[in-house]
């Protein structure tokens, strides 16, 4: 049985930092690119950062570039997001995914994010 369990999410004051969990099981983690996406209410849901499946390779929306690190831990199937200088327009509700280049892919069920004095 697939999953992806998002953890880390809550309340935070603008400026602040928190860092969330993906924590895969029931496929092979490292085969995997994995992603992160938020969608705010009202929104699309967006693209925030991908990291491809060894590692060596990221990219992130411009919206978060400087501010959030993607990074993975194959051997613990877990991938982070650090999300540093947080403003409130980063509130959202993140979800990891994970996907091969054969359009195989699972979603998490979203952690909520909130950014607010």
């Known amino acids: 049985q697939v999953q992806l369990v998002e953890s880390g999410g809550g309340l935070v004051q603008p400026g602040g930092s928190l860092r969330l969990s993906c924590a895969a099981s029931?496929?092979?983690?490292?085969?995997?690119?994995m992603s992160w996406y938020r969608q705010a209410p009202g929104k699309e849901r967006e693209l925030v950062a991908t990291i491809s499946s060894f590692g060596g390779y990221t990219t992130y929306a411009d919206s978060v570039k400087g501010r959030f690190t993607i990074s993975r831990d194959n051997p613990k199937n877990t991938v982070y997001l650090q999300m540093n200088s947080l403003k409130p327009e980063d509130t959202a509700v993140y979800y990891c995914?994970?996907?091969?280049?054969?359009?195989?892919?699972?979603w998490g069920q979203g952690t909520q994010v909130t950014v607010s004095s």
């Open positions: 029931g496929f092979t983690f490292r085969n995997y690119a």
């Open positions: 995914y994970a996907f091969t280049s054969s359009r195989v892919a699972y």
